[in-house]
DNA sequence: CCCTATTATGCTCAATGAGAGTATAAATGA
DNA sequence: TCATTTATACTCTCATTGAGCATAATAGGG
């Protein structure tokens, strides 16, 4: 009854250097996306055939992100029926040198970037103008604190969309319906296109804590150091070494491969490798990463 | 490019008397199910007001599950373009009094319903048909006790899907490709619905740990024993009763009403409201429940 | 009115796990 | 040889959790 048009969007995402990169086209203003025309079982598979055959990625774990409708009617300010699908589909892989396209994911979202910073200026900045829009509203105020752990309250890493939302809604971003005179850095999207984006990372940071997906951005083999940064680099804040290491050897995750690594300096590290990628149940497998629900 | 039809298929769930209970149509062989002609900004706000005006449910939380696709070609062989787009949903409701409709949520997942049982004579029966189908495959038997608890393996309430789809692999499910001479017990729809059914399941257990979304099922004041009842309705899985009130009453999720409740028996239990509809921020607030993640 | 059955509520204890720090090992280069 | 650097090992404390025991408040029967 509802004729309508469809289109799959992929949220690429690699790690590398300790730095985690999405795959853009258009001066990275927009994502991949094409139609879907799959002769293939499922919209999964399709989309995975599909990412494959475009980049020259191998994907490792894939996972649907949303599904949007876009009304036609939304220039002209007639309501109508939806006239687009958007499926957005989430997909790991691993980026052996460096590829055209791929851009750091943290220059989208520069506050969830929280490694390195200590009082984090641009965390002050945002309070600021949030304060001002929420115009003392109390119920505005408490969604501030809570979404961006103010006034106490803890950060939770996992609240990208909702961060991004409020930001959105706050008239903070240059896609905004009506953008304030202060907007928050960071490299633009349309609206819809970095929404899917902070939805991917924030499916990615919940999803790393309890599944083995690290290790689809990891090479074959690595030191439980490199897999520390990678981790970080997702999670966007620093871990505790020594219990970061307990508790990857204590879950029989990885397994030393007798090797080490040289670098400049100190003690050799042990190369180890996923033993998951063995066993055939990798999405059954559990994980556990020492990251704080909330710092 | 691609013309294309669409449909919301919506599973509503309630609690009943410490029964979980979806909304069903045809005899219980079906999901509700309709256009998406909304002129509505996003397909969860028109998806709401669709369910509501169909059914005199007020919908609490409302979450997208998963967006499908089946090709036209499905029966005839020819594998084709995608004709028709599925995109589910998840609501919550309360039900004041029984209503047509509305089955029982385990009598489509008898396995899931671990409340009761001890040694649980059904499980038994299916690891063995499990055991058949995997005719020796060590890959195969080990995912058999992974998804389903063999073998001292533990019980992860969260695999309602990958249990689901290991049924209706292995073909012990009327609606499998190829059925075999033994069936799983339990009502069935038509593949697409009941895996829908089971996806929907797995992400309200998954939910309810960690976001307070009981709530949304319970009536506005209630005993602590009763919302005990209705997270072990939708776990599956009976817990530990001085536990259960230690951890609800340490989150400051709920504030006593000042009255109680008489029953036939025993001391009169106080009754609770929760917080979180005062405040604003429900889809913000955590919670945590004493559910086992493994047992 | 006492006693028992029944349910709600309060409390204790041990085991586990997570956060954080200290100590030792193995490399490099001066 | 020694300082430096990084990796790895171990310890200690505190919070959380699982489990059980104890007490409180009701109803009903002698």
Chains 1, 2 share one sequence.
Not at 30 to 53: C, D, F, K
Not at 129 to 156: H, M, N, Y
Request: charged letters at 25%.
């Amino acid at each position: 009854m509802n004729e309508i048009q469809s289109e799959l969007v992929a949220v690429l995402i690699a790690v590398q250097d300790e730095v985690p990169l999405v795959l853009t086209l258009d001066q990275g203003r927009n994502l991949p996306s094409g139609p879907l025309e799959t002769r293939h079982r499922s919209l999964q598979r399709g989309m995975r055939l599909w990412v494959e055959q475009q980049t020259q990625c191998r994907l490792g774990h894939i996972e649907q992100l949303y599904t949007f409708a876009e009304t036609a009617g939304l220039e002209t300010g007639v309501q109508d029926h939806p006239r687009l699908i958007r499926i957005s589909y989430m997909g790991l892989t691993r980026l052996e040198e460096a590829q055209q396209g791929w851009r750091g994911l943290y220059e989208y979202f520069p506050w969830e970037n929280r490694r390195e910073h200590g009082a984090d200026p641009l965390l002050s900045e945002i309070a600021r103008a949030l304060t001002v829009w929420a115009k003392g509203d109390a119920a505005r105020l408490w969604r501030c604190a809570e979404t961006f752990g103010l006034d106490g309250q803890p950060w939770s890493d996992e609240l990208v969309l909702h961060r991004y939302e409020l930001l959105w809604e706050a008239g903070l971003l240059p896609e905004s319906q009506q953008p304030g005179s202060w907007l928050a850095p960071g490299r633009s999207m349309p609206s819809d296109r970095r929404r899917i984006l902070a939805t991917a990372l924030a499916r990615l940071r919940a999803k790393i804590r309890y599944r083995p997906v690290v290790f689809e951005l990891m090479p074959e083999t690595f030191t439980l150091w490199q897999l520390q940064r990678t981790v970080e680099a997702i999670a966007g804040s620093p871990l505790h070494k020594q219990n970061f290491r307990r508790l990857i050897l204590a879950q029989d995750l990885v397994e030393e491969t007798g090797k080490a690594e040289m670098q400049a300096q100190g003690r050799p590290a042990r190369l180890y490798r996923f033993k998951g990628t063995v066993i055939g149940t990798r999405h059954l497998m559990g994980s556990k990463l020492p990251i704080a629900r909330s710092v």
